[in-house]
């Protein structure tokens, strides 16, 4: 069965710094992988996804993700944060077979000023 | 463009009490999809409705029923409500059951507390 780790529950970081969050999953199988972003009284909105192809996947709002097969992981990186990323941050995982979502625990992004 | 709809934003509830989460999309999604978020444990599944006239039961069943009422709404209905039940509720819409290629759209949750 598919599950996903979310080592860090919080990452504060001041602003302008690099931010690394960091994801790793199991699957005997194939996947897709899939970050997700709730800001303060929100729902979660898909950040970026890897399907296939190209490891180094880039989405909104300047962050990107690595795919490491070998490691099983798919961290977040953004190497300028911004107050406005203050967030809690999902990564999600689901296999080619079952296309079943399964969801990390979350990681509470705190920017400070 | 209102995207996912869900009412009430809070609920409170006495141990036994019923109610319903309504939720509605206008994205024309086929897929909707009700999940709790508690501290610590992430998002989970409750249930889901891969197409208008389908319901299928996701990873935390128990204690819900839930209702594909037309194309556009999903209702959640908590029958005899429980404090374990106290949680944020989502519900989520995708164009297709298939997470490839189709992702979630959230609503901007119900937070409900069983005292």
């Known amino acids: 069965a598919q599950s996903v780790t979310q080592l860090d529950s919080q990452v504060p970081v001041f602003e302008e710094a690099p931010v690394e969050l960091r994801c790793n999953y199991s699957?005997?199988?194939?996947?897709?992988l899939f970050w997700y972003v709730q800001y303060p009284n929100q729902g979660l909105q898909l950040l970026l996804k890897?399907?296939?192809?190209?490891?180094l996947v880039k989405g909104i709002n300047g962050f990107e993700a690595e795919f490491n097969k070998s490691q099983t992981s798919f961290h977040l990186r953004k190497p300028s944060v911004h107050i406005s990323d203050t967030a809690e941050y999902f990564c999600a995982v689901s296999d080619y077979n079952t296309d079943k979502l399964i969801f990390g625990t979350g990681t509470r992004l705190q920017v400070f000023p | 463009n209102a995207g996912v709809t869900q009412t009430p934003k809070f609920q409170v509830l006495k141990t036994g009490q019923s109610m319903t989460l309504q939720c509605a999309q206008d994205m024309n999604h086929n897929s909707m999809y009700w999940y709790r978020q508690d501290p610590g444990m992430g998002l989970r599944l409750i249930y889901y409705s891969a197409s208008e006239g389908t319901t299928d039961k996701g990873e935390v069943p128990n204690g819900y029923n839930v209702s594909r009422l037309n194309k556009r709404e999903f209702s959640l209905r908590l029958e005899s409500a429980a404090p374990s039940q106290t949680s944020v509720y989502f519900c989520?819409?995708?164009?297709?059951?298939?997470?490839?290629?189709?992702?979630?759209?959230f609503g901007n949750g119900t937070r409900l507390t069983v005292t």
């Open positions: 890897y399907l296939s192809g190209s490891t």
């Open positions: 699957s005997s199988v194939s996947v897709y």
């Open positions: 989520a819409s995708s164009e297709r059951r298939s997470s490839y290629n189709s992702p979630l759209h």
